[in-house]
Each structure stands twice: as C-alpha cells, then as structure tokens.
C-alpha cells in the first residue's frame, strides 16, 4: 500500500503564475478531500469529492481555486492566479468511503512570492 | 467560526508522564470525534476516534475521554515517549458528512528524555 500520493512536495512561484497540485489517492478508495493547512487557519476543508463527483466545495477560498478528478486515481488542486496568501499547505486524502478512516497524504508545500 | 477550541496550543511532559490535551466543541450534531497525531513534514494520521455513545476508549496508552453534557473531549497518553512528540489535532463530525472534518488548532507536544 502506497498510501496517499501528492505532487510536487514543494513548490515554489511567483504571483499570478498558475499552480498545478497532484494528488493519487489509495487504490479502491472511492472519497477524495482537499485539505489546507497554514499555521492562521489550521486544518481547512477545500473539497470533497465521492466516486469521482464533487459533493462539497463550500470551502474554495475563492473562484481562483478550482479542483478536478478525472478518473479514480487523479486529481488535481488548480490555482489561478496564485497569491502570496495562498502560501500554505495542501494536503489531499482518501478514504474508502465517506465515512471510513481518513488517510492523508504528505502533502504540497506551496510558496507563493 | 471555530467550532472546535483545542487547549493547550503547546505541551512539555517528561518521559513516563501523562499528556492531557483538551478540546471543546459547540455544534450539537457533531457525532465523530477523531484525533490526528502528525509528524514533521507528514500528514496527519488518525490516531484513535470516538462516537458519544460511550464516554472513554482506550487504545494502548491512547485514551480518549467524553463529556456529552459539556461539549468536551480529551486525549490522554500514558507513559508518554520521545516518540509521542508531535502535533495532535482534534476534529468533530457528523453522521452524513463523513470525512468532512472541522478540526480544532492543534497541540504540539514535546515529550522530554
């Protein structure tokens, strides 16, 4: 079991540039989240999404966040423009089903200068 | 909003004592209680959980105790190690928002030699 993957470990960008974050969750699990953690806020939810489907996106700071998961096994966290603020970091995890125990990833460590 | 307090923010325990970490929630239906122990650098993983039907679970030196009446919860580690020495978050829930966790701020316990 390779647990949770995400993608880039760091990431370092100027603001405006368009970020990018990946995340592979755990063969079979069927709940995706998107988590963001900065030493203000703590743990946040972005996003949270069933069987490929998002089902809560309440949490997206802003329309300059967007997130997808294509298939099963993909899904991507989008930035657009970046801003200093957005400096923190992003944490994806899965779970069997929505209600199962969660296993996070290691996260993305985002700095936006 | 916070609806999850957690106290203290930092924790300092000699080796063979007891790390107390206490949180405090106000929304009623919450009806999940997991803790979440992270590691420099890793994402948090859960560490043991409680539903308010029962008031006490234990888990090898983990032990979690709840108060339904006072909206409060607390994770108690026994014989504390070097190795305890991390982040604890606690997080709250309810039945049909699964995973969608509000977490509380988090504790960083330092367990001394």
């Known amino acids: 079991d390779a647990g949770v993957i995400q993608s880039p470990r760091h990431e370092v960008t100027e603001m405006g540039q368009e970020v990018t974050l990946r995340c592979k969750p755990i063969?079979?699990?069927?709940?995706l989240f998107w988590y963001r953690q900065t030493m203000m806020r703590g743990l946040e939810l972005l996003i949270y999404?069933?069987?490929?489907?998002?089902?809560?996106d309440s949490g997206m700071p802003e329309d300059r966040f967007s997130a997808k998961m294509p298939n099963a096994s993909f899904s991507t966290l989008k930035i657009q423009p970046s801003e200093p603020r957005d400096s923190a970091v992003y944490f994806c995890?899965?779970?069997?089903?929505?209600?199962?125990?969660?296993?996070f990833g290691n996260g993305t460590r985002l700095t936006v200068t | 909003q916070q609806q999850v307090k957690q106290s203290p923010q930092s924790l300092i325990v000699q080796k063979g004592g007891i790390s107390i970490i206490n949180c405090a929630y106000e929304?009623?239906?919450?009806?999940?209680f997991p803790w979440y122990q992270q590691f420099p650098g890793k994402g948090p993983a859960l560490l043991i959980a409680?539903?308010?039907?029962?008031s006490e679970k234990k888990e090898g030196r983990f032990t979690i105790s709840f108060n339904k009446s006072a909206k409060q919860f607390s994770l108690h580690i026994m014989d504390s190690q070097p190795g305890d020495s991390a982040t604890y978050f606690c997080?709250?829930?309810?039945?049909?928002?699964?995973?969608?966790?509000?977490f509380g701020g988090g504790t960083r316990l330092m367990v001394k030699p």
């Open positions: 063969s079979g699990h069927n709940s």
């Open positions: 409680i539903r308010p039907d029962v």
């Open positions: 999404f069933n069987n490929n489907v998002p089902i809560d």
């Open positions: 997080a709250a829930t309810f039945n049909n928002a699964g995973n969608m966790l509000t």
């Open positions: 929304n009623t239906a919450f009806d999940y």
């Open positions: 995890a899965s779970s069997l089903n929505v209600d199962s125990p969660l296993h």
